[in-house]
């Protein structure tokens, strides 16, 4: 029944901009918090970003501080995305993923839903 649908990835050269979005049914955003990873080829899946629904709280990774900006629309249930300053580095299959009731989840055992991902290429 819970469903979240990646979409918004693409080519794009490096310094570029993309924005993702993380569309969601099935659930509701009460006590959630809704997170970004990504995984490139024979590398584990990497925590980007996330959003607390509850608070507004949002914590990044280190590698895409200041670059990467998440948010999120509770009328449309959608999460986004936005990838600023891309680089090579960046280049990855990008999920969106659902927790609840865990503080400041980053590993992708602390979240319950997952989309299919979308693929994010940054050429040089």
């Known amino acids: 029944q819970v469903q979240l649908v990646e979409s918004g990835g693409g080519l794009v050269q490096a310094g570029g901009s993309l924005r993702l979005s993380c569309a969601t049914s099935g659930l509701t955003f009460a006590a959630s918090t809704m997170g970004w990873f990504r995984q490139a080829p024979g590398k584990d899946r990497e925590f980007v970003a996330s959003?607390?629904?509850?608070?507004?709280?949002?914590d990044y990774a280190d590698s895409v501080k200041d670059r990467f900006i998440i948010s999120g629309d509770n009328a449309k249930n959608t999460m986004y995305l936005q990838m600023n300053i891309l680089k090579p580095m960046d280049t990855a299959v990008y999920y969106c993923?659902?927790?609840?009731?865990?503080?400041?989840?980053?590993?992708?055992?602390?979240?319950?839903?997952w989309g299919q991902g979308t693929q994010v290429t940054v050429s040089s």
């Open positions: 959003v607390n629904w509850n608070s507004g709280t949002t």
């Open positions: 993923a659902v927790a609840r009731f865990v503080k400041f989840p980053r590993r992708p055992s602390e979240y319950t839903y």
